[in-house]
Structure formats: C-alpha cells, structure tokens
C-alpha cells in the first residue's frame, strides 16, 4: 500500500468500481468514473492519482481505436483493431488486479489529457 498524504476507507473499492463501470458500461460508466473522480480525488490523492491515470488510459484507447478503424482503409485494419482491442482489455484486468490490492498502475502507451 502506497503511502498517501490524504485517504479516506476503501478508496481501492473506488477505484475497482471507477475501472469496471468504464469496462462494462463504455461511455455511460467513463462519464460516471468521471464524476466520481471528481467528487473523491478532494478526499483521497490515491484517487486523484490513480483515477487520472485511469481516465486518460481509456481517452487514449479510443484514438487508438479511431485509428485502427480509419487503417481499415489501407487494408491493415483488419489486424490493428483485434490487436487494440485485446492490448486494452489485457491492461484493464491487470489495472484492476492492481486497484484491488490497493497499488498504482501507470498504464503504458497513454496521453497525459486530463
């Protein structure tokens, strides 16, 4: 457990709750992972830290996917979008294995947006 100068009781259940809602509802569960981003990263910096992160691992999966889509034109496509899709849902589970034993994850191949 990372030391933190702010936390507040069960901020890894957030952030567990903040990771599957985005999974499972898309953008439905990203705009509300945002929202309580927002309210919780006053009270915890493990939240705030983490739940940037988050928010801009999942931004930054859908240029990916735009991209891999717009490929589909060179014929490549068909290769770049299986290939995105698979690297995204493998570096969520592992962020909420992470989230669940209360551990920062700095996700790979992000932009800093939020």
């Not at 991209?67 to 014929?75: L, P, Q, R």
Request: hydrophobic share 55%; charged share 10%; no cysteine.
């Amino acid at each position: 457990m990372d030391n933190y100068s702010k936390s507040i009781p069960r901020e890894n259940l957030i952030m567990l709750m903040m990771a599957s809602a985005i999974i499972v509802l898309n953008i439905v569960g990203f705009i509300i992972a945002y929202f309580v981003w927002k309210e919780y990263s006053k009270d915890s910096e493990y939240i705030e830290t983490n739940g940037r992160l988050l928010l801009n691992f999942h931004i930054s999966f859908v240029v990916y996917e735009v991209i891999a889509g717009i490929s589909w034109i060179v014929f490549i496509g068909f290769i770049l979008t299986p290939l995105v899709s698979l690297l995204y849902f493998i570096l969520a589970i592992i962020g909420l294995i992470n989230y669940g034993s209360h551990n920062d994850y700095k996700y790979p191949f992000i932009f800093n947006i939020i």
